[in-house]
């Protein structure tokens, strides 16, 4: 059934009674020509592409608990492709365009809202560090703009623009950039999935691999063995779990990141805002709570919560930078588990094992990832090379020394 305001009509009219399910819920067949991990917004978008877009067939998504339910429907909802380095810009320029036609494409409304995203500036050595990346920007295709402190006043009044100890001196705005319903992503894509005839199969773990030579020939799960020529692990935060069963052993760590909403208030931020002294950044749901977030909590962990040591640094972090926030009252607070690799950039590969491809890493930035991911994954998985866009994303550039590392923190995931 395709989605269209006529079709609203009709069914308001006809008292909603031909609505069907978005997709299936079909039972494990005994094998499949691909096997997709994870029933996040990679593993979903890697399976619609590729159907859609590669013209595979057999496909199965397994998901240890309901589509959306990791990281895809817990985090603050951003997209921008505001990235320095050649290893990732034309990647995330490549995902803002694909989310620029996505609701179109998959016929699901996924709210993508391009409210445009500013990082602040504090200092000059920050002025110019913002130019060269706009300037990269730029160069890659994507649309970039420096502002000047009136620029950002006329915007946002209410920000402390003369803080003793973070000035706010302009802004780098990537117009283009905003923000997407993030479970609304997982549900288009599962819809579509669904109906190229990708089999969605949820409350199935895979709890082990089964290699022989080298080779996989299936995947272990909480529902029977299933058979695979090839299998695609897109699990985010348990990658190192779910990648440990086919003893493979990963340049990663798995940490606890934070979000925030606050109570409703009238409208006040139309776009999405980052504080460039500190970690925090801010926009506001269309329902009005203020959505806000910060560092990762800096211990290695799988629960999907967070504790108070943290909360407080983002808050002081919003302080310093609208302090009439303190004024607002927190209502809901979460956590998701991160990939955190040890450059902040992420991984889409083969594996040493033949059939098994892994697409992980991505950090707190793989939401905006979701499409290009899914795509270039999709490509490595029917075509068994890389896309042009993800060539840099290898497991050997650790060995080689080709880190793209966006901060130039070094292998510390708590600082990326
Ligand atoms: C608080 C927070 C804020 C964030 N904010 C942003 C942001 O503003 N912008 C941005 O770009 N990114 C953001 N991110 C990061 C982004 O959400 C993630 O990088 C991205 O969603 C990860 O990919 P995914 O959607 O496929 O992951 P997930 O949705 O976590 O999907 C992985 C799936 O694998 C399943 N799985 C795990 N183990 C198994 C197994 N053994 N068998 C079967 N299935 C398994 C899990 O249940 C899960 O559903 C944020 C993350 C968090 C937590």
Known sequence: MRYSGFRILKEALTGHKGWGHAWRDPEP???????IVGGGGHGLA?????????????IAVLEKGY?????????????????LLDGNEPFYEFSLKLWEGLEQDFNYNAMVSQRGIINLIHTDAARDAATRRGNAMILNGADAELLNRDQVRAMYPFLNFDNARFPIKGALMQRRGGTVRHDAVAWG???????????????????????????????????????AKKVGVAVAGSSSKVMAHAGVRLPMESHVLQAFVSEGLKPLIDGVMTFGAGHFYVSQSDKGGLVFGGDIDGYNSY???GNLPVVEDVI??????MPMIGRARLLRTWGGIMDMSMDGSPIIDKTPIDGLYFNGGWCYGGFKATPASGWCFAHLLAKDEPHVTAKAYRFDRFLKGLMIDEKGQGAQPNLH
């Open 67 to 83: 589509l959306g339910g990791g990281n895809v429907g817990r985090n603050t909802t951003i997209i921008r492709s505001n990235y």
């Open 29 to 35: 067949q005994a094998s499949y020509d691909y096997i």
């Open 316 to 321: 002081e972090g919003g302080m310093a930078l």
């Open 189 to 227: 894509y599962a819809r579509g999935a669904d109906g190229f005839g990708v089999d969605l199969i949820q409350n199935c773990e895979v709890t082990g691999m089964r290699i022989e030579n080298g080779k996989i020939l299936g995947v272990e799960t909480s529902r029977g063995f299933i058979g």
């Open 303 to 305: 629960a999907q919560r």
């Open 46 to 58: 890697t399976a619609y592409y590729l159907a859609k877009e590669f013209k595979q067939a057999r």
